[in-house]
């Protein structure tokens, strides 16, 4: 297996949009280890078990990897499986953690032939990060500068051939020039009811926790297509089943997966108290919109970049809002989920 290494200059902990410690830590105790593991996104496994094919074969580094995709639907799964795959090791940090090119220095000097050096959010690497690794990439070399003004001499430093991983949810906020440095671009998407049952039923196993098919189906069909949500919500399942002394010997059944995503607020299109805080403000403040995500942001008292990387790619993909030039729009499925009816500007729909 791969050896893991995680750096972060400045003492920071790697971590990625989406999640906090805890849940990291959960999720790298339920991660699969291997490609074949690894459960649907089939064509991004199966183009990286070529690539890794053809890494062992021609006994050369794998290519520059970029994983894009909202958050928690695996991009750092791929990204620990395919040291495993190789018999390599990887290094961890994250684009915030890298304020300067100097705090790349302990990571490229770490390198091992054909090792991984994973960067989450890479997005948020700062520009002169950005442009002090296109060598790096390119001709595994770096050209540091020693001294200031007339005394500034550049040395130039060989580096191990490796591969950079980049994860991001913002693809679009990625460089041109930083993006074409990559030779795979897999986009990752959300994950059928099917798919996420799977997964859900396997770790239930792995945390020794009995399980009926059905309520594994139950808490997949209210996960919001994410494996990070589903993991979570199993972890709740499994605490709800345990607390409960007269239900605690049996499996999870249906019934019991039902009671405890309900105690939870998890409604039965998987939206939770902070989706659904979303919605009411979109429609009791704003009148369903058009209104900007800043003045939703604001109104809710949470951070602008929450709303837009976490909540509302599956408000959008689920047709609860839709994004208009003019901002943010309830549709009418979510105005029928609030119980609320529509407002019809001059006589006509918001859509009209
Ligand atoms: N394809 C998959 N098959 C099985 N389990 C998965 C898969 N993808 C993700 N998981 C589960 O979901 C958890 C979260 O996934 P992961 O941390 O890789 O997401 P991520 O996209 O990197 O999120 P972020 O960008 O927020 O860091 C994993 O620990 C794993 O348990």
């Known amino acids: 297996m791969a050896r893991e290494r995680v750096i972060t200059p400045g003492g920071g902990s790697p971590e990625g949009g989406g999640s906090n410690e805890s849940d990291r830590q959960r999720d790298a105790a339920l991660r699969p280890k291997l490609l074949r593991e690894v459960i649907g996104q ?20 794998l290519g520059h990897i970029l994983f894009d995709g909202p958050p928690g639907l695996g991009k750092t799964t791929f990204a620990t499986v395919l040291p495993n795959e190789l018999g390599s090791s990887i290094q961890m940090t994250s684009g915030p953690a890298l304020s300067k090119p100097a705090d790349m220095l302990p990571f490229l000097t770490n390198l091992e032939y054909g090792s991984i050096l994973f960067i989450d959010e890479i997005h948020r690497m700062p ?70 049952a799977q997964i859900v039923s396997i770790n239930a196993k792995k945390l020794a926790l009995p399980m009926a098919p059905e309520a594994a189906v139950e808490l997949a069909q209210r996960s919001r297509g994410t494996p990070r949500v589903a993991n979570s919500r199993l972890y709740w399942v499994r605490s709800y089943h345990a607390g409960h002394p007269a239900i605690a010997d049996g499996p999870v059944t249906l019934d019991i997966s039902r009671q405890a995503l309900d105690m939870q607020e998890v409604d039965r299109d998987g939206l939770d108290k902070q ?23 604001a109104t809710m008292n949470i951070a602008s970049d ?47």
């Open 275 to 297: 989706d659904r805080r979303y919605l009411e403000t979109l429609i009791d403040v704003f009148g369903g919109g058009p209104t900007g995500v800043e003045a939703i942001a």
């Open 306 to 352: 929450t709303l837009t990387d976490e909540i509302e790619p599956y408000l959008l993909r689920e047709q609860f809002i839709v994004r208009s030039p003019r901002g943010r729009i309830a549709t009418p499925r979510a105005f029928e989920l609030l119980g609320k009816s529509q407002p019809k500007p001059n006589g006509g729909s918001l859509f009209d």
């Open 42 to 61: 089939k064509k991004v496994a199966n183009r990286l078990q070529i690539a890794v094919n053809a890494a062992k074969k021609l006994k050369e580094p």
């Open 127 to 196: 520009r002169v990060v950005e442009e002090f690794i296109y060598p790096a990439m390119e001709d595994f070399r770096i050209d540091i500068v020693l001294g200031e003004g007339v005394n500034a001499r550049t040395i130039n430093m060989k580096l191990k051939p490796f591969t950079l991983i980049g994860a991001t949810t913002r693809s679009g906020m990625l460089s041109g020039p930083m993006r074409d440095r990559f030779k795979m671009q897999e986009h990752l998407d959300y994950y059928t009811i099917d798919e996420l």
